[in-house]
């Protein structure tokens, strides 16, 4: 919800359309609404989000959650449990088919943050498993695949680096099993 004053409380998912080249305003999703935090959001092919939260129902401090499109808006936002762990799951990068999914995970123990894959199996995701490819000590961020397909795009450390996606598909293929 907003403040009397018109600023945000506490991070919530907003939507602005574009029409003739111009943005209009921006727009509270309501029904996405929660007690906590959300962020991080990306919408599908069928038109889903899937987003990170530490709204309550969760396994971990920051979740990843997936919103099903309906006429007129979403379903309740259900945690997708296979993907979160006790930590934090967040910055996420989807197949616009779902076809697989990368995303952070933060180990506060170890104060590491590393990306991790998961690949689509009907209905369910598989276990996450590491990008090995890419994992070094340090923090990554920010994963995102460039429109072609041809180039998984990070951050390590503030300093964005680049992999042909190839090298990405054999650490998701290990995910698969």
């Known amino acids: 919800p907003l403040a009397p004053d ?10 602005v359309s574009q029409q003739d080249g111009r943005f209009g305003e921006p727009r509270l999703i309501q029904e996405l609404v929660g007690e906590g935090w959300d962020g991080h959001a990306v919408q599908v092919d069928d038109g889903s989000l899937y987003f990170a939260s530490d709204r309550s129902g969760g396994k971990g401090d920051i979740d990843i959650w997936r919103a099903q ?4 808006g979403y379903a309740p936002p259900v945690n997708v449990s296979e993907l979160n762990s006790p930590g934090n799951e967040s910055d996420l990068y989807i197949d616009p088919s779902e076809r697989y999914m990368i995303f952070i995970r933060y180990d506060g123990a ?19 498993a590491p990008l090995r490819s890419v ?9 995102t695949v460039t429109p072609d397909g041809r180039w998984f795009v990070f951050q390590r450390d503030g ?16 995910a698969a099993k």
């Open 6 to 15: 018109g600023e945000e409380v506490r991070q919530n998912i907003w939507v």
């Open 69 to 72: 499109a309906r006429r007129g």
């Open 110 to 128: 170890a104060k590491e943050i590393d990306l991790f894959g998961s690949v689509r199996h009907g209905r369910r995701w598989s276990s996450p």
């Open 135 to 143: 994992n070094r000590p340090g923090w990554e961020l920010s994963p």
């Open 159 to 174: 300093q964005t680096e680049w992999r042909d996606w190839q090298a990405i598909r054999a650490d998701l293929a290990a």
